[in-house]
């Protein structure tokens, strides 16, 4: 409830604060990922609960629910309005041949399986693509596979793992086409995507963030010269309308 209220106590005159659950858990930032575009949910992600989050947003920000083994989304995908890095294992047909095997199948079984997971898996990433917006890259951060523990990133910049070394920084930069910093949040932790939100004029973290860590943040995510643009007017003004 106190993150809830310090969300709405900021925002609330800018944008409205949808409340929610998914898979009747309240750890939403580590179960979605999402953009201006759309929101990529669990598998785990109720009827109910999809529905909610459809009838609160936008008509033109598009909700969908992803049939992946790895649901912990905000783990796995980080992204911006244009790019996301996902997890190297993200619908792997390896790592499914290796459940076959184990599962003792025999040839014919492994083909079919296997015949029939090719559309999957290419369906998979198309979605991500398809419903964020954005071109999707299997990344991992200073040898991390969780992008979306170890980064965080907007339109504007990003923050990354610490031992990211400079030439990773140089390729994600490249990527991404916003400067990035290697960084921590919480007094030193690594895991910047548990420590931090951020959007393209505000962000928060976690009480134990320290000064230095603020201003790094707010220097290479330009925090200070950002205003809420017309987009997030426009988006104000939709979902207003709809409450109504």
């Not at 109910?48 to 609160?56: C, G, K, M, V, W």
């Not at 083909?111 to 954005?134: P, R």
Request: net charge negative.
């Amino acid at each position: 409830m106190l993150c809830f209220s310090t969300f709405e106590a900021e925002l609330a005159d800018v944008i409205p604060v949808v409340k929610t659950s998914i898979g009747g858990t309240r750890i939403v930032g580590r179960l979605c990922a999402g953009n201006k575009n759309g929101l990529l949910l669990p598998n785990t992600t109720t009827d109910q609960e999809l529905q909610h989050l459809r009838n609160s947003l936008p008509d033109e920000v598009v909700v969908q629910r992803v049939d992946e083994r790895l649901s912990a989304l905000g783990n796995c995908v980080v992204c911006n309005d244009h790019v996301a890095l996902i997890h190297t294992d993200l619908d792997r047909l390896d790592l499914l041949l290796q459940v076959c095997q184990t599962c003792r199948l025999d040839l014919y079984n492994i083909s079919f399986v296997l015949s029939h997971s090719v559309l999957f898996v290419q369906e998979t990433e198309e979605l991500i693509a398809d419903v964020l917006g954005v071109e999707v890259f299997r990344q991992t951060i200073a040898g991390n596979i969780l992008v979306g523990s170890y980064g965080v990133f907007s339109n504007r910049g990003g923050l990354v793992h610490p031992h990211t070394s400079i030439e990773d920084l140089d390729e994600l930069s490249t990527l991404l086409q916003v400067p990035l910093v290697a960084g921590t949040v919480n007094r030193g932790s690594e895991v910047i995507g548990a420590g931090m939100i951020v959007n393209d004029w505000t962000a928060f973290c976690g009480l134990d963030t320290t000064a230095t860590e603020l201003s790094v943040i707010e220097s290479v995510f330009k925090l200070r010269e950002s205003q809420p643009s017309a987009i997030v007017d426009e988006m104000r003004k939709s979902l207003i309308d709809t409450f109504v």
